[in-house]
């Protein structure tokens, strides 16, 4: 079975060879020699006719097909351009981002005191019993144990492994995490553990401390881990039990957990030695 494409295309190819045989019959001499010119006419123009408007159809499906053609080229490469612009865009509103980020992070080092390096972080533990994040600097970079991380809006966590060029950080929402507290206004002590829910505990508060609702807690300094004075959280619930000595103080981070891509790690102050005057 033939293709209606190319029925057509057959079609055309006698029409024309009908049309030049019949031009070359009636060319001949002896026809103009009779004077049969009307009937030659009559005899070739549906020929000529049917077969110019063959030549023309088949004339403009190869030049549409050519314009198709040349237009799906042009979409892919718009398609591509368009593509290439956006991913660019990406990026730099990727790049403006990070700056701000390290911008916020450089103008919070200067009210520090200690020393601190800063941090990326470039993995999260994907166990959901475990709230820790790798970082990219370790041993090599001064990295020790116990060292605590901060960002910008308050206290991160801790550091609790360390390698070579890595560090594990384990994050005070863990409930293996303890960072000694206080609320800024009532003055109020306990400890700020984490738990299950990415909340933090803050755990053997007395009951005589009035603590409301929104009150700011922020790091003691007496654990000798964290400076004094960064911020943890804000108390979100407040419950007295009839009995007992301490009340149930639930703290909700300032940071934002599933957003930490960069930290700072605070730096243990070398001790100097003096040597004796001479």
């Keep these: 079975m033939f293709s209606k494409k190319m029925v057509m295309i057959i079609g055309v190819i006698v029409l024309i060879a009908v049309n030049i045989i019949l031009l070359s019959v009636f060319n001949r001499t002896y026809i103009s020699y009779y004077r049969p010119g009307r009937i030659a006419i009559s005899l070739i123009a549906p020929f000529q006719k049917a077969s110019t408007s063959s030549i023309r159809f088949v004339r403009d499906i190869w030049r549409h097909y050519f314009f198709v053609v040349n237009v799906a080229k042009e979409n892919d490469n718009y398609q591509k351009a368009l593509n290439k612009a956006f991913e660019n865009n990406i990026q730099l509103k990727e790049f403006e981002l990070s700056n701000s980020r390290l911008r916020n992070l450089l103008n919070f080092k200067k009210t520090i005191t200690d ?158 030695e003096f040597e004796p005057d001479q």
Excluded at 244 to 266: A, C, H, M, N, W
Aim: with cysteine.
């Design 115 to 272: 020393r601190v390096l800063s941090a990326e972080v470039i993995g999260k533990d994907p166990s959901p019993w475990f709230k820790t994040v790798l970082i990219d600097k370790g041993e090599n970079d001064g990295v020790e144990t116990g060292m605590a991380v901060v960002v910008p809006k308050g206290i991160a966590g801790q550091v609790t492994d360390v390698s070579a060029n890595y560090s594990k950080v384990l994050l005070i929402i863990d409930h293996n995490s303890a960072v000694d507290a206080l609320v800024q206004n009532d003055r109020a002590r306990g400890i700020i553990q984490g738990d299950a829910a990415g909340q933090c505990l803050f755990k053997y508060v007395l009951r005589k401390h009035d603590i409301k609702i929104g009150d700011i807690v922020v790091s003691s300094g007496l654990d000798g881990v964290f400076p004094k004075g960064l911020a943890v959280g804000y108390v979100s619930a407040v419950i007295k039990p009839k009995s007992g000595i301490f009340q149930d103080v639930t703290v909700s981070p300032y940071v934002d957990f599933e957003k930490l891509e960069e930290v700072l790690i605070v730096l243990n102050p070398k001790k100097q």
